[in-house]
């Protein structure tokens, strides 16, 4: 998408966009894990949404 774009500005306003959905998908996935998680293993498995399975 950003390829595409005739301008810095759009190249921006793009990279806004993706962080905001980035954003948006990690922190639901960090809840959705915590509620999952056994008591006592949310941190743990909160990590493995961070990308540090070794935790789990």
């Avoid at 759009?10 to 998680?37: M, N, P, Q, Y």
């Amino acid at each position: 998408m950003t390829i595409t774009l005739p301008g810095f500005g759009f190249l921006i306003v793009s990279r806004i966009v993706l962080a905001i959905g980035g954003g948006v998908f990690v922190i639901g996935a960090k809840t959705v894990a915590a509620k999952l998680a056994a008591p006592g293993r949310q941190a743990a498995n909160q990590s493995a949404c961070a990308g540090k399975p070794e935790y789990v």
